[in-house]
């Protein structure tokens, strides 16, 4: 299931509350407190996944700087013995950038979490 799929926007829950209110009982009428308390909640949620969200991006521009550092450097890629020399960095949108690294049997490109050791 993917995140737009799973999610609730504003207009949702506007959509279901107006239903609820359609839907009460003239003589128990929804109340105010726990409308409030509901809207407090749905406001907390939509800031943590702003916080999220922006918390991804720089998790991103922080991976994107580290690949940027090892450019020339000698590195180990996790499972292998053998050295090799980041030559490329390739940023793709949304995804975590590649790095291409030059070794004796020739490049592959790996994830910076691929990297076991820098020299």
């Known amino acids: 299931m993917t995140d737009a799929a799973s999610s ?12 609820e209110l359609t839907y009460q009982d003239p003589l128990k009428p ?11 909640q749905f406001s907390a949620l939509q800031q943590a996944q702003m916080t999220n969200d922006a918390l991804s991006q720089l998790l991103g521009m922080a991976s994107g700087n580290q690949s940027l550092m090892l450019l020339g450097k000698s590195v180990k890629i996790e499972g292998g013995s053998e050295l090799g020399i980041v030559k490329e960095i390739e940023f793709g949108r949304g995804e975590p ?19 076991t050791e820098v020299q």
């Open 8 to 19: 609730v926007n504003q207009a949702d829950y506007m959509k279901l509350f107006m239903q």
């Open 30 to 40: 929804v109340d105010n407190r726990e409308f409030m308390a509901q809207m407090a």
């Open 97 to 115: 950038p590649k790095l291409k690294i030059s070794t004796n049997g020739g490049s592959v490109l790996k994830e910076l979490g691929d990297i």
